[in-house]
Structure formats: C-alpha cells, structure tokens
C-alpha cells in the first residue's frame, strides 16, 4: 500500500489529478449519452421503459444522491450530532413508503410523469394544472442547488471562478441530457453512481483505518481509537463536544417533536418528489419497480450509512487540529479554505490561538457545513489522488440529479402542459423538439440560479420537500389506496396543503405575515417539519370534502382497481 | 381473473404493508426517536443504543423491509395467478 502509494504520489498535484480524473468521467458521460441517444418520446421521457432492475437501482441512487448529499450531509451531521439522523432516516424511510405504497401503482399505471397520473387519476385537467406547478416548483428550487454545488466544486479544486465552474457544469447536462433525454441519462447515471460511491468510500475507509483500525467505517465509528488508550470513539467526541460547550455529540439538542416531524415530512417528501417517482415509469414490469426501489435503497444506505462514520471522523479530527492550536501554524488546508470564505478565523482574544466553542460571544472560528467532506482527505493527509477523486465524485453526485431534474422540468413543459392540456394534437416529433427546448430553458434558468442564488437557498431546498409532502404525497396516496376519492377533494386538498405549508415557510423563514422567531413556532415544530403538518391537512381536507360531493365515475373506480392488479402492466402509452 | 380473486390479492397485500408499515415505523420514529432515551441506556461497542437506531440499524431495516416486501409479493402474485 505504502509503495503504491508513493508510486501515484509522484508529485504531479492535486490540480493535475483533478483535471486528469474529471476530464476522465466526463468524458465518459458524454460518450455514454452519445451512444444511448433518445430517438423517441417514451425514450426521452421514460427510456423506452425497458431499463433493468438493477440499471433502474443505480440510476435511482445517483439521481438522488445529490451535491446535498455527498457534499453537505456529511458535515450537517459532524455540527447536528445525534440532529442529524433525521436526514439519515428521513432521506432512506421514504424509499419504503415508494416500494410499498406507490411505486408498483404508478408503474402499473403506466403513463409518462406524475401529473399524468394526477391528471388521469381525478379525470381533471385543472388537477393536472395544479400538479404541473408543482412539480417545477419542486423541481426549480432542487436544481439551483445542483448548478451551484458544481460551481463550488470548480472554483475549489479548479481554481476557475465559481460562475464558470457553473457554466461548465451547464454546458455539460445541457448535452447529454438534451441529445440523450431519459435513456441517456440512465445510463450516465448508472456511471455516476460508481464514480461517487467510490469516492465517497475510498477517503473513509482511509480515514477509519487512520483513526480506529477498522477498515469498515461503519463499525470504526463505534469502535476504540487506534492510539491504544482503549478510548470509544463516540465517547470521545462526547466528551470533546462538552469541554468546548456544545451539546453531548450523540444527544443532539432539537426536541423530540421536531425531529419527529422533520424526520416523516422528508421521508414522506421524499416519496412524492417527480424525479424520483418518475424512474420507476422506465422498468418493464410492477415487479421489477419493487425490486429496483429495493436496490435503489440498498446503493443509498452504502453512502447514507457511511456518512455519519464521517461525520464523527472529521469532527473529531477538524477539533482536535483547530482546537486552542496557534493561528500562525494552522495547515495548508485551512488557508486554502479560508480564501474561499468557507473557514473564518476572526482573533477575539488576541491570543494568536484558536479558540473554537458553543458560546458565540468568545467563539473564533466559523466553519461551512460543506466542507467537511471535501476538505477530509487533506484534513486526514491523504495523498492527492483522493483528493482528487473526491471532486469527481461530488461533480458526479451533483451532475446526476440536475439531469434528472431537467427531465422532469422538460416533461411537465412538453409533455403535461403542450401535449396534455394547450395542443393535444401535436405530432410525436414536434413534441419531441417541444421536450429537448424546454430542457434547454429549464438548463439557462438553473444556470442562472447557479450563478446568482437566491439568499434562501436552503430554504428553498427545505420547502421542495415540505411541498411534496404537502401536494402530491397525499393525492397519489389516495389515488390508490381510496377508490371513492374523487377530484373535489384530491384539488382542495393539495392547494389547501401547499398553500398551508407556504405560509409557515414565508413567515419563519422570510418574515412575512408578521414573521416570528423560533419561540412562536406552532407546537414547536420548526418550518423543515412543518411539511408533516400540512400534509395531514391535505388528507383532512380531501377527505372532507369528498364525503360533500360527488362519486368519481365508474371509469376510473375501474382504473383504480386495474393498478391494483400487478399484471399486464403492458408498455407505456400516451 | 374475477373481481373475488383482484379482491382477496388486495386484501392479503395490504396486510403485509400494514405489518411491514409498523415495523418501519418502529424502528425509526419508535427505536430512534420515541425511546431513544432509553435505549441509550445501553450500549454496544461504542454506540448507545438509540443512537445507533437513528443513525445506522433504522436505514439497515429499511432495506430489509423492501426486500422482504419483494419476495412476499412475488410469491403471492404466483398465489393469484398475477406474474404472467
């Protein structure tokens, strides 16, 4: 190891083996679209809808994966402690609601995008209205943060302005995903999950060794430290944690009810996001759409399971290099960082230490969430290669869901609004043109996004989950498993939901409606929870206001109870 | 296919999903939130209990229920006649 090592350490530089590696990947993205181009409308919108299991798993887990994921996830959880375990939970839950309550159904359905379900399910086009905005809603808040997790990325490892870096990143989803539609990125997809799952191991089980001499990160971080003091990991950190201030590291400091709504709005939120739903339109059969939901998770918890054991490593490592160290000696990375504006240092006491606690009046050091997974190899003095690699990988991660996205973006345009609702006469070739245009937009907005974000970024992010949770989750459930559901009740529900969940977003969040601090949340649920809320408003609502109107007809009581029935799913049609 | 067999399939599927449902639920919100508290009484290794259930076991028991849903499925689907 050592040998090899030295062999590839030969001092080329991280920047050389950055651009060695992720021109590498991108060149084989751009191969792969080249070679799985979409000729055809159910080949742009669901691949042809004859993807393997196993291919769909992989996609699936690299279009969710996003820069969010790879990127921030990791270091949200090293600052939350035991906090961060609701996006552990909420982020895999959902996959069991998606394998067990409507991904087989929709499947069986078997149209194109979740409007047409909605749309069809409630024999409506103003349902189908309502549920277009939503999905570009969702959709549009979810792919700024892609465009600028790659021009993070860039302008870091790079070294080019981080609003190249994005232009680059454009110039790269705009082409396979425009010339290979669905199909393409499928397949590119498939790619990028290799690459950043490799990634994202590679520097952790260095890590783990380094740190407990276990090579399997999941099991080092509950294990004993290496240096032979027969020390727990964990409750070393718990007693670091305490000494600077903050809460105990496996404690947390969010109350039960809040983590309880956080935790089922994202996992509930995750089960109605159109990126997500719509992967399982592309697989032959209702059994394969169980099965690959089932890989998909699997591939997810290689990642989502690691990232904690992250967490506590680069914890532990960035306090113990930072803590009450002289400024004057502090490492490369922490400079290189500093530039970028993610580390400030800012000398309180004038003591030359660095004084890094919980009390913010004597706190000296400000680090940003998101560079504890890239910035972990240097931390951990890993050789280049890793460092390098680790760029490619969040490049990957962030790639995939902005493809995936743009998708879905391009086919609620083309496909739900020109094809459904203003010409239903088009022709298959003007739609297909109608599909890669408004990818093209959908590209340039999110680009613009990318370069000038809008302040609430996180916000905004937070918020795509609530709507989902708040909209589609309880219509498609209902859909399903509530044959007398009719489309009265499916539209004021959703409406009455997001609207619901808009407000508490705008007043916590932005002030509006007399705004309000955390001591005026309802119940004590924070804004990210709220989603829970107003979902269980959706099915109060729906189900009120079914019970005042009118049966739906007996054509789609029919439907309902056809989806139930898992043969024939038969190929997709228009 | 009559609507008595499309009937009983449905029937026998919403009970695995109602078992599997309370698993899921247990395991997280229960296990990992709920009675974290006390699960953190115990310890295995370097994990406290409850913690390890927020943060690993929970996520390891999704998978499981997924492909237990799987094969539970196709083996009734078999039962009624619906893998064709």
Known sequence: MVMINSLINVGIGVQNWTYIIVGITF??????????????????????????????????????MSAASFISMAGIISFAGYDGAVYLMGWTGGYVLLALLLAPYLRKFGKFTVPDFIGDRY??????????????????????????????????????????????GMIIVLFYAVIGGMKGITYTQVAQYCVLIFAFMVPAIFISIQMTGNPIPQLGFGGQLSDGSGVFLLDKLDGLSTDLGFAEYTEGSKSIIDVFSITLALMVGTAGLPHVIVRFFTVKRVKDARKSAGIALLLI?????????????????????????????????????????????????????????????????????????????EIAELPDWVIALVAAGALAAALSTAAGLLLVISASVSHDLIKKI???????????????????????????????????????????????????????????????????????????????MLFYMTKFKFGWFGGGSKADWWLGISPEGFGTVAMILNFVVSITVMKFTSDPPKSVQDMVENIRIPSDAGKATH | MTNKNANLYWKEN??????????????????????????????????????WFAQQGSMYVFVVLIFIYVRLMNNLDKKYGYDK
């Open chain 1, 301 to 377: 918890v290689i990642l989502y399971s690691t990232a904690p054991a992250v967490a506590v490593f680069a914890r532990t490592n960035m306090i113990e290099t930072v803590s009450n160290q002289p400024y004057a000696s502090v490492p490369d990375w922490f400079k290189k960082w500093e530039t970028t504006g993610l580390i400030k240092f800012t000398d309180k006491n004038n003591d030359g230490l660095i004084q890094y606690l919980a009390d913010n009046d004597t706190n000296e050091l400000i680090v940003d969430n998101d560079i504890m997974v890239l910035a972990n190899p």
């Open chain 2, 14 to 51: 919403i009970r695995y999903v109602a078992i599997l449902m309370f698993i899921w639920f247990f395991v997280s919100f229960g296990a990992g939130i709920l009675f974290k508290d006390f699960l953190n009484e115990f310890k295995f290794g370097g994990f406290k209990l409850g913690f």
């Open chain 1, 27 to 64: 060149a084989l993205y751009i191969g792969i679209a080249i070679w799985s181009r979409a000729g055809s409308t159910k080949e742009f919108y669901i691949a042809g809808g004859g993807v393997s299991p196993l291919a769909n798993g992989m996609a699936t887990a690299a279009d969710w």
């Open chain 1, 422 to 500: 203003i010409n239903p006469k088009i022709s298959e070739k003007s739609e297909l043109i109608a599909a890669r245009l408004s990818a093209v937009v959908a590209v340039c907005i999110a680009g613009y996004f990318g370069v000038n974000p809008p302040g609430f970024v996180a916000a905004t992010v937070a918020l795509a989950f609530g709507l989902a949770a708040a909209s589609f989750f309880p219509a498609i459930i209902l859909g399903i498993f509530y044959k007398k559901m009719n489309k009265e009740g499916a539209i004021s529900g959703m409406i009455i939901g997001i609207l619901f």
């Open chain 1, 123 to 168: 024999y409506s086009n103003t349902a189908r209205f309502v549920a277009v905005l939503c999905a570009l809603l969702v959709s549009f808040t979810y792919v700024a943060g892609q465009m600028r997790g790659v021009g993070l990325v860039f302008s870091r490892f790079l070294e080019v302005d981080i609003n190249t870096g994005v232009v680059i």
